[in-house]
């Protein structure tokens, strides 16, 4: 075992997932586009989830906390800090307070005292790793002036991408919440260890708000924010896999440790996923690169370059290169020869045995619920920790003491790689996440009721109560003269358990 990376006195206590019930069966939708469904779900997964009439990224957010606070007991006086990661946030003024009032609010109706006044609510945007940085937050909150209270962490996000894109079969919306605290009950975070890359690398991913024309002679450009993104294929695969390397090679660094030890004594690996196929990719790769470090190891990837029929010396090259991608990019290249040699070898090394035995093990548990949920961005990373924790729990999984390694990625370009320990009894708290109770009952939807939801319409006939308890129940229309609440959400609240809807127990059973 690795006996220092990973150990911490400071993480996660719990987790909570709150996801929208609308859902888009990716069978169903390859029908309606006569896409191939065999190809689609060995590459993308199973479905993905719409928000629904009323259901926002605040709303789902403040739904994750709520069930947080209540499966776990939190007294809301002792969290000194509410963070919200997202790439999804409306408002470009304020951050997690409008997730504090929605609460307060509803904390109130509950007969519970509403979160401390002195309570921080910082936003943290970062396309996908928004997240993982405000866990950073926290975690140094409850280390530093923060100590002796508590911190939560939400990450909550709606991935929407054109109909037609290559992007529309990637879409989900949810939101997941972190308790964070010293003396951890499920995970200890080593933020000394952690591994951090920024770079920026242009259009990878981006969603830019038009407006006025740079200079004389360019078009007009209406003012309006571009929910569907803008990126750019294979160049943004290559960039997550590099991100993902850079964050690994500088954990490696900050703790001493040869790339194959860690890849073999870690019991699990968790990544941003985009969609099913990427993180077994980017694993795959990392491995490779870990066969070149060591000289007694070189036979083996030369080993995996003659099965996949490729230039051994070429794999090496590529593998020892730091390409500036940004540049090859604006050059023409777009991504397409980056490390050309060296993912052709990956790609074959994913189907063979040595794969599966070393490699594609480490990524087992929580893969099928993943599959079910669809991209969640900033809550991708956390939703597949959760459930991981769950089906290892489930299954009987012993992990205490066992180290975990979870990388997260945003596209633009950064990563991060943090080490997690996973501490003794940790089966209770994971039997508090109610990850059942999230998924239930969703709602299947039909091509005509996808496309009004995609739009931002509500179909006829339709009928879903937002998940989590929490709602926009109208929009400000007011310009003055004494009261400005053009674009305000106004939120209502009903409490989950008055409602006759299947969700289930908060404990998994």
Same mark, same amino acid.
């Given at each position: 075992?690795?006996?220092?990376? #990973?150990?911490?006195?400071?993480?996660?206590?719990?987790?909570?997932?709150?996801? !929208?019930?609308?859902?888009?069966?990716?069978?169903?939708?390859?029908?309606?586009?006569? *896409?191939?469904?065999?190809?689609?779900?060995?590459?993308?997964?199973?479905?993905?989830?719409? @928000?629904?009439?009323?259901?926002?990224?605040?709303?789902?957010?403040?739904?994750?906390?709520?069930?947080?606070?209540?499966?776990?007991?939190?007294?809301?006086?002792?969290?000194?800090?509410?963070?919200? #990661?997202?790439?999804?946030?409306?408002?470009?003024?304020?951050?997690?307070?409008?997730?504090?009032?929605?609460?307060?609010?509803?904390?109130? *109706?509950?007969?519970?005292?509403?979160?401390?006044?002195?309570?921080?609510?910082?936003?943290?945007?970062?396309? @996908?790793?928004?997240?993982?940085? +405000?866990?950073?937050?926290?975690?140094?909150?409850?280390?530093?002036?923060?100590?002796?209270?508590?911190?939560?962490?939400?990450?909550?996000?709606?991935?929407?991408?054109?109909?037609?894109?290559?992007?529309?079969?990637?879409?989900?919306?949810?939101?997941?919440?972190?308790?964070?605290?010293?003396?951890?009950?499920? $995970?200890?975070?080593?933020? $000394?260890?952690? #591994?951090?890359?920024?770079? %920026?690398? #242009?259009?990878?991913?981006?969603?830019? $708000?038009?407006?006025?024309?740079?200079?004389?002679?360019?078009?007009?450009? !209406?003012?309006?924010?571009?929910?569907?993104?803008?990126?750019?294929?294979?160049?943004?695969?290559?960039?997550?896999?590099?991100?993902?390397?850079?964050?690994?090679?500088?954990?490696?660094?900050?703790?001493?440790?040869?790339?194959? *030890?860690? %890849?073999?004594?870690?019991?699990?690996?968790?990544?941003?996923?985009? %969609?099913?196929?990427?993180?077994?990719?980017?694993? +795959?790769?990392? %491995?490779?690169?870990?066969?070149?470090?060591?000289?007694?190891?070189?036979?083996?990837?030369?080993?995996?370059?003659?099965?996949?029929?490729?230039?051994?010396?070429?794999?090496?090259?590529?593998?020892?290169?730091?390409?500036?991608?940004?540049?090859?990019?604006?050059?023409?290249?777009?991504?397409?020869?980056?490390?050309?040699?060296?993912?052709?070898?990956?790609?074959?090394?994913?189907?063979?045995?040595?794969?599966?035995?070393?490699?594609?093990?480490?990524? *087992?548990?929580?893969?099928?619920?993943?599959?079910?949920?669809?991209?969640?961005?900033?809550? &991708?990373?956390?939703?597949?920790?959760?459930?991981?924790?769950?089906?290892?729990?489930?299954?009987?999984?012993?992990?205490?003491?066992?180290?975990?390694?979870?990388?997260?990625?945003?596209?633009?370009?950064?990563?991060? &790689?943090?080490? $997690?320990?996973?501490?003794?009894?940790?089966?209770?708290? +994971?039997?508090?996440?109610?990850?059942?109770?999230?998924?239930?009952?969703?709602?299947?939807?039909?091509?005509?009721?996808?496309?009004?939801?995609?739009?931002?319409?509500?179909? !006829?006939?339709?009928?879903?109560?937002?998940?989590?308890?929490?709602?926009?129940?109208?929009?400000?229309?007011?310009?003055?003269?004494?009261?400005?609440?053009?674009?305000?959400?106004?939120?209502?609240?009903?409490?989950?358990?008055?409602?006759?809807?299947?969700?289930?127990?908060?404990?998994?059973?």
């Amino acid at each position: 075992m690795i006996e220092r990376l #990973g150990s911490s006195p400071f993480g996660i206590s719990g987790f909570a997932l709150c996801v !929208p019930r609308p859902r888009v069966q990716l069978a169903q939708w390859c029908r309606w586009t006569g *896409r191939s469904w065999p190809a689609l779900q060995a590459r993308v997964g199973e479905s993905f989830r719409l @928000c629904g009439p009323g259901e926002s990224i605040y709303t789902l957010a403040a739904g994750a906390v709520l069930r947080l606070i209540r499966a776990h007991d939190v007294d809301p006086r002792r969290v000194g800090l509410l963070a919200l #990661g997202t790439e999804s946030s409306t408002d470009n003024s304020a951050g997690a307070v409008i997730l504090k009032g929605m609460l307060d609010e509803a904390l109130v *109706r509950l007969g519970r005292p509403p979160l401390a006044r002195s309570c921080e609510v910082p936003e943290v945007k970062h396309a @996908c790793l928004g997240g993982v940085y +405000a866990l950073k937050a926290a975690l140094r909150y409850v280390a530093g002036d923060g100590r002796g209270r508590q911190a939560i962490v939400v990450a909550a996000d709606r991935a929407l991408y054109a109909r037609g894109s290559t992007g529309e079969e990637t879409q989900g919306a949810g939101a997941v919440a972190l308790l964070v605290e010293e003396a951890p009950r499920l $995970l200890t975070v080593d933020l $000394l260890r952690a #591994g951090s890359v920024a770079q %920026y690398r #242009g259009p990878d991913f981006r969603k830019p $708000l038009l407006g006025p024309p740079a200079a004389p002679g360019l078009p007009a450009l !209406p003012r309006e924010n571009l929910e569907h993104p803008v990126f750019n294929g294979r160049y943004t695969t290559v960039c997550y896999i590099d991100g993902v390397r850079g964050a690994v090679e500088e954990l490696l660094a900050r703790s001493g440790l040869p790339a194959r *030890r860690l %890849y073999h004594e870690v019991a699990a690996v968790f990544m941003h996923r985009p %969609y099913h196929r990427l993180p077994y990719n980017a694993l +795959a790769a990392l %491995y490779l690169w870990a066969l070149r470090e060591a000289p007694e190891h070189q036979e083996e990837l030369k080993s995996h370059c003659d099965a996949a029929e490729v230039d051994f010396g070429t794999v090496m090259a590529e593998l020892a290169s730091h390409p500036d991608l940004y540049a090859g990019f604006l050059a023409g290249q777009h991504g397409g020869e980056v490390y050309a040699a060296a993912m052709q070898v990956a790609r074959h090394f994913r189907t063979s045995a040595k794969f599966a035995e070393v490699v594609a093990g480490k990524m *087992r548990l929580g893969v099928q619920t993943m599959r079910e949920l669809g991209n969640l961005y900033s809550a &991708a990373l956390p939703a597949w920790i959760a459930a991981g924790l769950v089906e290892a729990r489930a299954e009987g999984v012993e992990l205490a003491g066992e180290l975990l390694l979870a990388i997260g990625y945003g596209s633009g370009d950064a990563a991060e &790689a943090l080490p $997690l320990r996973v501490v003794p009894g940790w089966q209770q708290a +994971a039997g508090r996440i109610g990850l059942t109770a999230a998924l239930a009952a969703p709602l299947d939807l039909d091509a005509e009721q996808y496309a009004a939801l995609h739009a931002g319409g509500a179909p !006829p006939g339709f009928a879903s109560e937002p998940a989590g308890g929490f709602a926009v129940a109208r929009v400000g229309t007011a310009a003055g003269p004494t009261v400005w609440d053009l674009g305000v959400d106004y939120h209502r609240f009903q409490d989950e358990g008055q409602r006759p809807d299947p969700t289930g127990s908060a404990v998994e059973g």
